[in-house]
Each structure stands twice: as structure tokens, then as C-alpha cells.
């Protein structure tokens, strides 16, 4: 049997998760929020969804540009690969500075910096189109000549690295300061504090935010988040209002060059007043949170269910057909939008509940093939149809409480 053993990925990266929330409690820090870290997990949970249908593509990339492309003939020794660890981190503070500093990239890495808490969790905040965007500058990798094979294994460990620097349980780090790039650098990263705004760019070494004059030492406590709170928990508003943002702000200004300076040109010259009027016309917002332990045991329950989901996902990815996998992918981005309408008080989630289960009914055909689940599937409809007022009334008292 052949098993995806990086799926087990999943419950290692939540056992720190839950490690660090212990020795927050045991520091009696408030470094978690509910809300915030549900939020967060759901972006995640997404991403390596996701993932699964595009990494092979951009392994196919790779691959083609350095066999039609490369300069070099790099070889797998230990000079090669001390070399595309320099070369991959050097690159990335250049994306990274760089989605900071032009609003095409700033509209797919704004959701890794929504959260106003910083725990392991914010880690998790990570796109499928910041994805794509990264790959477009990775791809200077097999042109030099490394082999796709290595810059795959390089940027899996690089990309575990960061996710120990996402916390607020390790003070500073003595000399590691002076080469690493320290949980104390990344906190500063995060700040919405005027001071440390587009500063330490760095993912694993700091030399190149000391060498390019952005780096910054955290010496007030960081205050986290977007300089203008985001302030909601919609999974959906939270990946594409600034998209929508460039898009009204593109609209209004004339002239291709200047639609074309708008869209590469600095975050902070969009006309903050345009999400006003966007989360007027998308965001209706209520009024009341539900904080019971009744709705979040509902939450928590949706979340461990599509963990476990997509854990079995990933490691019998090879065993999935292409119908089961499209409906798994499905079912669990219904469920993360489900989640994000829970946390903001949404009455039309009730709409999302119906087409959740009636995917997973789908799912449990297109695997079973038993034709009752159809007949069982129409008199289940019939009845939902039938008492839907009643079905509506009790599923708010149940998770609202009202």
C-alpha cells in the first residue's frame, strides 16, 4: 500500500499547536482567542486542501524549466545543496519584501497578517494563490540549474521553519539573533506598530534584512494584525475583500497606466475608505457573538471532523477516485465557509448546512454506490422541505441560542 506519509503532518504540526496553548496557560498568557484561532486553522485547512491538486503542478514546472532551461549543471553534493538553501532563502526575502510592497502580491499574502493574535496557529494562515505566486519566483531555481527534485526537498524544509517562529512563548534567543530569523524578529514582522511596519522580511536567516537595511529589533510589545483591523472571521472576506478593494480602486482611476500604477504600487496608496463601503455592501455584521460552550463545541466538532477528513484525504490520496476527491475538496470548503458564517452570526448558514449534507450524501453514493441512498436522499429532502421553519427555529436556538 502506498500512503502519503506527509499527511501525518497534520497532527504533528496540531500537537504544537496544543503544546504551545499549554505553556501559554502555564504562563497565564492570553495568547489564543477563539475565534481568531478557528479563523486561522480554516485558511490552513485550505491550503493543504488544496495544495494537493497544484503541488504536482509545480513540480512539473520545475522540472521543465530545467530541462529546456537551466544555465548550470548543479549536482546533489554537499556544495548543491548548501547553495539552493542560500539561493532559496535569499529569493524568498525578496518575495516576501515584495508582497509587502506591490498590491498584486499584497492581495494574496494579506490574509497570513489578518490575525490579531500571534500563536502557532497564524502559521496556518497560508493561501493556495500565495502558492502560485512563490512558485513564479522559485522558478529562478531550475534556471540556474537546480534539479527540481532538490529545490522540492529544500522548500519542504524551508517551509517547516517558519511555523517554530510564529509564538509568543520564546523570549529572545542570545547569538541566534544575529544569524536566525527568531520568533522575537517574526513578532516584530507581524506588528501593526508604526515602527516596526515592513521590517524583517527574513524566513530562516536575518543576514539579508541587516544586509538590505530592513531590519528592526522588537523592543516595545508588538501590537498585531492589519494597521486597519480586518475584523471579521469570514472565510471568504477574508481571502478576497482586498482583491475587491483593488478592483474598485482600479475602476475608479482612468487611463491604462494608471490602473497598471494602482495595481504595482504600494498597499498603503489604495484609498482606505473603499473596504468601508465594501463591507456596507458584503458584511453585514451582528450585533451579537455567540460564546456558549453549546455553539463552540458545534465549531470545535466541524473542525476535528474535517481534520480527520482531510487527514484520511491526503494519506489514501492515491485510493481516491477523481469524483470523490472533487467532493471531498468540496464538503470541506463548504465547511470552512460554514465555519466563518458560525463566527459571524450569519442567518443564511442554515442554506450551507443543506448543501453540506447533501454533498456528503454524494460522497457516500459515489463510494458505497448503493442506489438507496438516492431513495433515503429524496424522502430526507421531502421532509427538510416540509418542516424547514420548524428545522430553521430549532437549528438557531441550538447554535445561536436564540
Keep these: 500500500m502506498h500512503l502519503n506519509w506527509l499527511a501525518f503532518a497534520i497532527p504533528l504540526f496540531l500537537f504544537f499547536m496544543g503544546l504551545e496553548y499549554l505553556v501559554a496557560h502555564w504562563q497565564k498568557k492570553k495568547y489564543f482567542r477563539f475565534n481568531n484561532?478557528?479563523?486561522?486553522?480554516?485558511?490552513g485547512i485550505a491550503e493543504r486542501l488544496l495544495d494537493t491538486f497544484t503541488v504536482g503542478a509545480f513540480y512539473f514546472v520545475y522540472d521543465y524549466l530545467h530541462r529546456h532551461y537551466a544555465l548550470l549543471d548543479i549536482k546533489a553534493n554537499a556544495w548543491g545543496w548548501l547553495g539552493l538553501f542560500i539561493t532559496t532563502d535569499f529569493i524568498w526575502y525578496w518575495y516576501h519584501r515584495l508582497a509587502h510592497e506591490i498590491n498584486l502580491f499584497w492581495a494574496v499574502h494579506i490574509v497570513h497578517h489578518q490575525s490579531e493574535d500571534f500563536n502557532y496557529t497564524v502559521s496556518a494562515r497560508i493561501t493556495v494563490f500565495q502558492a502560485f505566486v512563490r512558485t513564479g519566483f522559485w522558478s529562478i531555481l531550475p534556471v540556474i540549474g537546480f534539479p527540481a527534485e532538490m529545490i522540492t526537498t529544500v522548500l519542504l524544509i524551508h517551509g517547516l521553519y517558519p511555523f517554530f517562529?510564529?509564538?509568543?512563548?520564546?523570549?529572545?534567543?542570545?547569538w541566534l539573533e544575529y544569524v536566525l530569523v527568531t520568533p522575537s524578529h517574526?513578532?516584530?514582522?507581524h506588528?501593526?506598530?508604526?515602527?516596526y511596519l515592513d521590517?524583517?522580511?527574513?524566513?530562516?536567516?536575518?543576514?539579508?534584512?541587516?544586509?538590505?537595511?530592513?531590519?528592526?529589533?522588537?523592543?516595545e510589545e508588538p501590537a498585531y494584525g492589519l494597521t486597519k483591523p480586518?475584523?471579521?472571521?469570514?472565510?471568504?472576506?477574508?481571502?478576497?475583500?482586498?482583491?475587491?478593494?483593488?478592483f474598485v480602486a482600479v475602476r475608479r482611476t482612468t487611463g491604462l497606466r494608471n490602473k497598471l500604477a494602482?495595481?504595482?504600487?504600494?498597499?498603503?496608496?489604495?484609498?482606505?475608505?473603499?473596504r468601508e463601503g465594501l463591507e456596507k455592501q458584503f458584511l453585514l455584521r451582528s450585533a451579537v457573538h455567540a460564546t456558549s460552550r453549546q455553539f463552540r463545541g458545534y465549531v470545535?466538532?466541524?473542525i476535528i471532523g474535517v481534520l480527520l477528513i482531510l487527514f484520511g484525504f491526503l494519506l489514501f490520496e492515491q485510493y481516491v477516485s477523481g469524483s470523490l476527491q472533487a467532493l471531498t475538496a468540496l464538503f470541506i470548503l463548504l465547511t470552512l465557509v460554514n465555519c466563518g458564517a458560525l463566527l459571524e452570526q450569519r442567518q443564511w448558514v442554515l442554506y450551507l448546512e443543506i448543501g453540506r449534507v447533501s454533498v456528503l450524501w454524494l460522497g457516500l453514493y459515489v463510494a458505497l454506490g448503493d442506489p438507496m441512498l438516492i431513495i433515503l436522499a429524496y424522502i430526507g429532502g421531502l421532509s427538510l422541505w416540509a418542516y424547514f421553519s420548524l428545522i430553521r427555529k430549532r437549528y438557531f436556538r441550538l447554535v445561536y441560542g436564540a
Design 199 to 219: 521590517k524583517n522580511y527574513g524566513d530562516v536567516l536575518i543576514i539579508w534584512d541587516k544586509l538590505f537595511g530592513t531590519f528592526a529589533e522588537e523592543q
Design 300 to 302: 470545535v466538532g466541524q
Design 186 to 189: 517574526h513578532r516584530v514582522h
Design 37 to 43: 484561532s478557528i479563523a486561522n486553522l480554516n485558511v
Design 262 to 274: 494602482v495595481l504595482f504600487g504600494r498597499p498603503d496608496a489604495v484609498d482606505p475608505t473603499i
Design 165 to 174: 517562529i510564529h509564538t509568543r512563548t520564546v523570549g529572545k534567543l542570545g
Design 191 to 195: 506588528a501593526s506598530n508604526p515602527q
Design 230 to 246: 480586518l475584523d471579521s472571521y469570514s472565510f471568504l472576506w477574508q481571502h478576497f475583500h482586498y482583491v475587491l478593494e483593488l
